[in-house]
């Protein structure tokens, strides 16, 4: 139980798709995280938000969009993906966003065809 | 900006031997670092953090890691390595707003029988 839940574990999808990651944390943090893992790059910060306002995007591309209705929840909206888009895609919290550890997830493994 | 440099993408140990995974890190202000550990198909765990305070840090299953900031390193050690230490590690440092963690590019430590 690592407090933080993504949900699917795994999905496949056609590049004219739209599907949603899901991401919830019962750890109490008003930060929240996406994060893309890649073969053979590092640790891709994607998008940030701190008490349901975005605060970070790191030029990701708009075909990935991030919604955060509270603080416990958070979404990954897919749609029109390339297959290079295929990773493990992590989600994490932290709290208040002030220097402290992050929690990830267990993670979606997407893939594209 | 912050920048984390782990030396060595793989790392073979025999069981039983000290394990040593560099992390070499870049920033303008007193740096936050962090240990993370990946298993297969899993999120990152943290193993331990360092916050300024002690510079000899002790985290989870025996792991330790040391920052010195003449070398600007944070190497993590364990005495003796068991095959379940067999997993990926990620160094990590924190941005001064504490929104933005930056990770190197994960060590792959192998632990032969």
């Known amino acids: 139980e690592t407090g933080v839940t993504q949900t699917p574990r795994h999905l496949v999808m056609g590049m004219t798709n739209k599907k949603s990651l899901k991401c919830e944390q019962h750890?109490?943090?008003?930060?929240m995280y996406w994060y893309k893992q890649s073969a053979k790059k590092p640790l891709e910060l994607m998008f940030v938000?701190?008490?349901?306002?975005?605060?970070e995007n790191n030029s990701v591309p708009s075909r990935f969009s991030p919604e955060c209705p509270n603080s416990s929840h958070l979404f990954l909206h897919l749609h029109t993906l390339q297959p290079e888009d295929s990773a493990l895609y992590l989600c994490?919290?932290?709290?208040?966003?002030?220097?402290?550890?992050?929690?990830f997830g267990q993670g979606t493994r997407l893939t594209v065809v | 900006a912050q920048s984390v440099t782990q030396l060595g993408s793989h790392v073979s140990v025999s069981e039983g031997a000290l394990v040593l995974l560099r992390c070499n890190y870049s920033?303008?202000?007193?740096?936050?670092l962090f240990w993370y550990v990946q298993y297969p198909n899993q999120g990152l765990q943290l193993l331990l953090k360092?916050?300024?305070?002690?510079?000899l840090v002790k985290g989870i299953n025996g792991f330790e890691a040391e920052f010195k900031k003449s070398e600007t390193s944070f190497h993590l050690t364990k005495p003796s390595a068991h095959m379940s230490d067999a997993a990926e590690y990620f160094c990590?440092?924190?941005?001064?707003?504490?929104?933005?963690?930056?990770f190197g590019g994960g060590t792959r430590l192998m632990v032969k029988p």
């Open positions: 750890l109490g943090h008003n930060a």
């Open positions: 994490a919290s932290s709290q208040d966003g002030r220097r402290t550890e992050a929690f």
């Open positions: 920033s303008s202000v007193p740096p936050y």
């Open positions: 360092y916050t300024s305070a002690a510079t």
């Open positions: 938000y701190n008490f349901k306002e975005q605060t």
């Open positions: 990590a440092v924190m941005n001064n707003a504490g929104n933005m963690l930056t």
